[in-house]
């Protein structure tokens, strides 16, 4: 059995669990627990995504570039691939995410795959909401999932104006 390294990181949002192998990381979950007893010895890997959240929450970074491994089905693993094409600052409907994989019938799945998500943030799923235009459930809560929504949008903004001077 792999040895498992586990970290915890504490975002402007909230603080989230970071979990990897030796050189992979398996899982970014929002945390609320505030016992740091599983905490191990940190590897490289969980050093490099401290750095990009942190680039992340400052607006630095649109995307993210770890080696990763998410662990799910073969059709969760097609959803979180398209989930990381979606750009910065954009939102789909899980329609759009159906329609991306190429099965249309499949929004209420990919709602589910979204649920399973390993690696909140760094595969994307607060990008997401439903095809009404409401923001829908997510692992960190609505308030989360509004509040990371907001904050691309203001930095692409933000972003916008520093190219028109």
Known sequence: MEKRYVKYYQSPLGRMKLTSTDS???????????????????????????????????????????????RGTAFQQKVWRVLRTIPYGQIWSYQDVADAIENPRSARAVGRANNKNPLVIIIPCHRVIGSNGLLTGYAGGVDTKKALLDMEKKQLIKDLNLLQY
């Open 24 to 70: 992979v990381l398996l899982s970014v979950r929002w945390d609320d627990d505030d016992d740091d007893s599983e905490a191990t010895r940190s590897r490289p890997i969980l050093e490099q995504t401290m750095e990009q959240l942190d680039e992340y929450f400052a607006g630095e970074r649109k995307v993210f570039s770890l080696s990763i491994e998410p």
